[in-house]
């Protein structure tokens, strides 16, 4: 007897409206007249499943797919129950079937999903949730579902759009745009993520949470001041909110204001003991403060509380490196390595310490991962990169790197690549190029700025000890290989004829924005002692940051100050180049004056930190790359009267040998 179809429509209806039990009914009634209706045996076998009774679900399912074997709907609700019962196995194959069955079924490959996640199958399950949004792209559950698992794939860029599209679909919701800002900040997509969670605090004032990501990604385009303002935003909704206090003192400590920032960090530790990056953070700061000992405390509490984390290592080999325990630096920088193989801080900082051991051949490879450490912009070459090959008969372009005193260090081995049959181009600023332009070796000095010029490949400056096998024994250490404008030394000359006394030019500040600057520069009150010598005359050779010092010492003892017209034109360098071709010695912190006047072959004395860049190794008075130069260390941290009451001593030896 043929059923109604208007009273099973109305069934399903009813079904559809969460009312199981009267479409069961229904059903039934309609099955009394249909025996062998397979869809009438899977709408109740559905029913069931509803009403939680499974064996009679069971029954009428098996039934249906006995009748009609390739029943979608039978399948898919045979997957339904088998899933309810657990039995995870069978229900990704029944739903397997029926989306084979219909593959024009957004609900059935949401099913088909859902049981392949349950059943630790997730790189299917995407596949899965794929054909779902394919089919019903405003399926707010597939699109969810599907970002969900492409984030926890780690394959944050795939999962943005569909983030995008829920946050269209929930324009209003505040949870859905926090989502998608931390997919956003997942895909490196620092700039939007940003934007989003604006738009999380517009819809949410409150949210604490948004603020403190604002914080971190602020820190992360190292936006500090902006990162400041939002962690205390953060800290103001929540004032125990140690997260926000970690991110407060990270910001302060990147803009120096390091006793800010251990309050902030200490009030982390305090609220959370247990939270490792408090310690870590914490550690940083104490580090740049010179507390060794108590940064290494909390670097090893962080250790305690997450022993797989690769950064406290990493950390705790930095705090050795500055304390001064180079050669103990190496061992747990050798732990986060073997935490993270492809961590670029460890391999450049433990690269540090093999070149200051003078462990060249170790050290050398490892300082090639620089360019992929935060700390240093990737190297994008214009032309082909030189792999140290034989370079004869090839054109190779050595490009300038990290600061001027870089540049002026490492021209060195443009002779040397000449010897061997290249030629040698140079790119480098466009200041530099006057100063270079009498160096051996160099056949032509390129502009960053210009269109690349034909050439067979190029290497970075600071790569060249690597990729020409250089060890602490073999340093190119010919000197001069830079050369002062005869006539710039000879209109200095006159200038500097009316001062007898044994004239020495001075330099102590470096850049200030360069790592660590704090350490290496000097305060001008420091060299008191060496205008306190009878017969010195101190000539300043310092530009821009920290010149602003010497009126501070104007009424105490003289300086002599050249002023604005210190390589005012011509090019970086030029006057000062000439000058110190007029001067008895050169005395500077650790500057590109330093390496000026060592490629220049002038006599010039160093005053170091008491743990130097890697360029000036350990426990030495001299150094391998010039001849002329002496080096004066801190034995202690930060005392810098101890070193210049040495210089003042030796100057005195020096200028009565004059005598």
């Given at each position: 007897?043929?059923?109604?179809?208007?009273?099973?429509?109305?069934?399903?209806?009813?079904?559809?409206?969460?009312?199981?039990?009267?479409?069961?009914?229904?059903?039934?009634?309609?099955?009394?007249?249909?025996?062998?209706?397979?869809t009438?045996?899977?709408?109740?076998?559905?029913?069931?499943?509803?009403?939680?009774?499974?064996?009679?679900?069971?029954?009428?399912?098996?039934?249906?797919?006995?009748?009609?074997?390739?029943?979608?709907?039978?399948?898919?609700?045979?997957?339904?129950?088998?899933?309810?019962?657990?039995?995870?196995?069978?229900?990704?194959?029944?739903?397997?079937?029926?989306?084979?069955?219909?593959?024009?079924?957004?609900?059935?490959?949401?099913?088909?999903?859902?049981?392949?996640?349950?059943?630790?199958?997730?790189?299917?399950?995407?596949?899965?949730y794929?054909?779902?949004?394919?089919?019903?792209?405003?399926?707010?559950?597939?699109?969810?579902?599907?970002?969900?698992?492409?984030?926890e794939?780690?394959?944050?860029?795939?999962?943005?759009?569909?983030?995008?599209?829920?946050?269209?679909?929930?324009?209003?919701?505040?949870?859905t745009?926090?989502?998608?800002?931390?997919?956003?900040?997942?895909?490196?997509?620092?700039?939007?993520?940003?934007?989003?969670?604006?738009?999380t605090?517009?819809?949410?004032?409150?949210?604490?949470?948004?603020?403190?990501n604002?914080?971190?990604?602020?820190?992360?385009?190292?936006?500090?001041?902006?990162?400041?303002?939002?962690?205390?935003?953060?800290?103001?909704?929540?004032?125990?909110?140690?997260?926000?206090?970690?991110?407060?003192?990270?910001?302060?400590?990147?803009?120096?204001?390091?006793?800010?920032?251990?309050?902030?960090?200490?009030?982390?530790?305090?609220?959370?003991?247990?939270?490792?990056?408090?310690?870590?953070?914490?550690?940083?700061?104490?580090?740049?403060?010179?507390?060794?000992?108590?940064?290494?405390?909390?670097?090893?509490?962080?250790?305690?509380?997450?022993?797989?984390?690769?950064?406290?290592?990493?950390?705790?080999?930095?705090?050795?490196?500055?304390?001064?325990?180079?050669?103990e630096?190496?061992?747990?920088?050798?732990?986060?390595?073997?935490?993270?193989?492809?961590?670029?801080?460890?391999?450049?900082?433990?690269?540090?310490?093999?070149?200051?051991?003078?462990?060249?051949?170790?050290?050398?490879?490892?300082?090639?991962?620089?360019?992929?450490?935060?700390?240093?912009?990737?190297?994008?070459?214009?032309?082909?990169a030189?792999?140290?090959?034989?370079?004869?008969?090839?054109?190779?372009?050595?490009?300038?790197?990290?600061g001027?005193?870089?540049?002026?260090?490492?021209?060195?081995?443009?002779?040397?690549?000449e010897?061997q049959?290249?030629?040698?181009?140079?790119?480098?600023?466009?200041?530099?190029?006057?100063?270079?332009?009498?160096?051996?070796?160099?056949?032509?000095?390129?502009?960053?700025?210009?269109?690349?010029?034909?050439?067979?490949?190029?290497?970075?400056?600071?790569?060249?000890?690597?990729?020409?096998?250089?060890?602490?024994?073999?340093?190119?250490?010919?000197?001069?290989?830079?050369?002062?404008?005869?006539?710039?030394?000879?209109?200095?000359?006159?200038?500097?004829?009316?001062?007898?006394?044994?004239?020495?030019?001075?330099a102590?500040?470096?850049?200030?924005?360069?790592?660590?600057?704090?350490?290496?520069?000097?305060?001008?009150?420091?060299?008191?002692?060496?205008?306190r010598?009878?017969?010195?005359?101190?000539?300043?050779?310092?530009?821009?940051?920290?010149?602003?010092?010497?009126?501070?010492?104007?009424?105490?003892?003289?300086?002599?100050?050249?002023?604005?017209?210190?390589?005012?034109?011509?090019?970086?360098?030029?006057?000062?180049?000439?000058?110190?071709?007029?001067?008895?010695?050169?005395?500077?912190?650790?500057?590109?004056?330093?390496?000026?006047?060592?490629?220049?072959?002038?006599?010039?004395?160093?005053?170091?930190?008491?743990?130097?860049?890697?360029?000036?190794?350990?426990a030495?008075?001299?150094?391998?790359?010039?001849s002329?130069?002496?080096?004066?260390?801190?034995?202690?941290?930060?005392?810098?009267?101890?070193?210049?009451?040495?210089?003042?001593?030796?100057?005195?030896?020096?200028?009565?040998?004059?005598?």
């Open positions: 007897m043929p059923i109604d179809p208007q009273e099973l429509s109305a069934a399903i209806a009813r079904h559809q409206a969460g009312q199981p039990s009267e479409a069961y009914e229904t059903y039934q009634r309609l099955l009394a007249q249909d025996p062998d209706n397979a009438l045996l899977s709408l109740l076998g559905a029913a069931c499943i509803n009403l939680q009774q499974w064996d009679e679900a069971q029954a009428h399912l098996t039934r249906a797919l006995e009748i009609e074997p390739n029943h979608p709907s039978a399948h898919d609700n045979l997957g339904v129950l088998l899933a309810k019962q657990g039995r995870m196995g069978e229900a990704v194959e029944s739903f397997g079937r029926a989306a084979q069955l219909n593959p024009n079924s957004a609900q059935t490959h949401l099913n088909h999903a859902a049981a392949l996640v349950r059943s630790d199958r997730s790189a299917e399950a995407i596949e899965a794929r054909l779902a949004v394919q089919l019903a792209p405003s399926s707010l559950k597939a699109h969810s579902e599907l970002a969900r698992l492409l984030s794939a780690g394959r944050a860029p795939e999962a943005v759009p569909h983030f995008r599209q829920l946050a269209r679909m929930r324009a209003d919701d505040p949870k745009r926090f989502e998608l800002a931390a997919a956003l900040a997942r895909a490196g997509q620092l700039g939007e993520a940003i934007g989003a969670y604006q738009e605090l517009e819809l949410k004032p409150d949210s604490a949470e948004s603020c403190v604002l914080s971190q990604l602020c820190c992360e385009k190292r936006q500090y001041p902006q990162a400041v303002e939002w962690a205390q935003r953060a800290v103001e909704l929540r004032p125990r909110f140690a997260e926000a206090y970690i991110n407060l003192g990270s910001a302060l400590e990147k803009l120096g204001q390091l006793d800010e920032a251990r309050t902030a960090l200490e009030e982390a530790v305090r609220l959370k003991p247990d939270l490792p990056q408090a310690h870590n953070n914490l550690g940083i700061v104490l580090v740049e403060q010179q507390e060794f000992a108590a940064a290494g405390e909390h670097y090893r509490r962080a250790l305690l509380l997450n022993p797989n984390s690769p950064e406290p290592h990493y950390n705790l080999g930095v705090a050795m490196i500055r304390q001064g325990s180079v050669l630096s190496i061992e747990p920088f050798d732990r986060a390595l073997a935490l993270l193989p492809n961590y670029a801080e460890a391999h450049h900082n433990r690269s540090a310490a093999l070149l200051q051991l003078g462990r060249f051949e170790q050290g050398l490879p490892e300082y090639e991962w620089r360019f992929r450490s935060r700390d240093f912009p990737p190297f994008r070459p214009r032309w082909t030189w792999d140290g090959s034989p370079p004869a008969g090839r054109t190779i372009v050595l490009v300038a790197e990290q001027l005193g870089d540049t002026l260090q490492f021209v060195r081995y443009a002779p040397l690549l010897e049959g290249a030629r040698v181009w140079v790119e480098c600023a466009d200041k530099l190029h006057p100063i270079l332009s009498r160096t051996p070796g160099i056949e032509r000095l390129i502009s960053p700025a210009e269109q690349a010029a034909k050439a067979d490949a190029c290497v970075p400056m600071m790569s060249l000890p690597y990729r020409l096998n250089t060890t602490l024994a073999t340093i190119p250490a010919r000197t001069p290989y830079v050369f002062a404008d005869e006539r710039r030394i000879a209109g200095w000359r006159g200038e500097l004829a009316g001062y007898p006394e044994f004239k020495i030019g001075i102590w500040q470096g850049n200030p924005r360069a790592p660590h600057d704090r350490q290496r520069s000097i305060p001008l009150t420091e060299f008191e002692p060496l205008a010598v009878p017969g010195v005359r101190l000539f300043s050779l310092q530009k821009g940051p920290g010149a602003d010092q010497l009126s501070a010492v104007s009424e105490a003892w003289e300086v002599v100050d050249f002023g604005e017209r210190l390589d005012a034109e011509g090019g970086a360098f030029m006057d000062t180049a000439a000058i110190v071709r007029n001067l008895d010695l050169v005395i500077t912190s650790d500057t590109a004056l330093a390496h000026l006047a060592g490629a220049l072959a002038a006599p010039v004395w160093v005053a170091l930190q008491a743990v130097p860049d890697w360029r000036w190794l350990l030495r008075e001299d150094s391998p790359w010039y002329t130069m002496r080096l004066f260390r801190q034995t202690e941290h930060g005392n810098w009267a101890a070193v210049f009451a040495r210089m003042a001593e030796a100057l005195r030896t020096l200028v009565d040998q004059r005598r």
